[in-house]
């Protein structure tokens, strides 16, 4: 889904396009300089290319990186070595960390604004959107949100069954109140009907283009109600 058509048409009639993601398939992230880009994760390369549009001729704003298993490739190859009896690499292991895309981030970005690296459940979302909003609280006219997870390799396939597809959502975050988000005291049920199985970021962002009253995301230990304001 390349264009707003493709993204509307899915938005109506939503599908889990699952598969794994080749090297053809990953951003070009042609904005960057070739050695900034060849430093970048796939996963990284994911968030700068969703996210860099939204910060593009703005001025800094902080950013909140929400992602449950982060750079769990970059971390599979390390102890691939170290079982090879193979010494690690340094580079590989500082962009290993949970904070390095947003510390990559600052730096090519040349950036000082705050940045923050969430890891979560099921709900991350819903924690990425409240450290943004203590981040408004705290003077910032605007906060980046970005959700991202890269498909783990196959030999986590049993532990992580959460991520059917690698994937990047970018949230610019102001002032203007268009959304209410709460949890809601009712325990969590196992599911909910009009809720598809996939990554919780799509969700979101299938009810933003159907412009969607209020919905109700409880697909974790808690249950979460978005409600649309109206003017």
């Known amino acids: ?29 042609s ?15 994911m968030v700068f290319d969703c996210a860099w549009p939204l910060a593009d001729g703005l001025d800094p704003m902080p950013i909140v990186f929400a992602s449950r298993h982060g750079e769990t490739n970059r971390n599979f190859a390390q102890l691939q070595t170290l079982a090879a009896g ?3 690499s340094p580079t590989a292991f500082g962009l ?3 904070n390095a895309i947003v510390g990559q981030w600052s730096i ?3 950036e000082t604004a705050e940045g923050v690296a969430l890891a979560g459940e ?14 408004l609280r705290a003077d910032s006219p605007r906060v980046l949100v970005v959700a991202a997870e890269e498909r783990p390799p196959a030999d986590y396939a049993h532990w992580i069954t959460d991520v059917p ?6 949230f610019r975050v102001g002032n203007a109140p ?21 990554p919780h970021p799509l969700n979101l962002l299938r009810h933003l283009i159907n412009e969607t009253p209020a919905w109700r995301h409880d697909r974790a230990a808690r249950r979460w109600t978005w409600t649309r304001h109206r003017a």
């Open 1 to 29: 889904m390349h264009d707003e058509d493709n993204w509307r048409h899915w938005a109506r009639f939503p599908y889990c396009p699952a598969g794994r993601t080749s090297a053809a398939d990953l951003p070009g992230t």
């Open 31 to 45: 904005f960057l300089p070739p050695l900034q880009r060849r430093r970048l994760s796939p996963l990284a390369r």
């Open 86 to 88: 193979e010494p690690l």
């Open 96 to 98: 290993s960390v949970h």
């Open 108 to 110: 090519i970005r040349k």
């Open 122 to 135: 099921a709900d991350m979302l819903e924690h990425a959107f409240i450290e943004a909003c203590a981040l």
């Open 165 to 170: 597809f690698s994937y990047a959502a970018a």
């Open 178 to 198: 268009q959304w209410r988000v709460e949890p809601d005291a009712t325990p969590a049920a196992a599911a909910v009907d009009d809720e598809p199985d996939w």
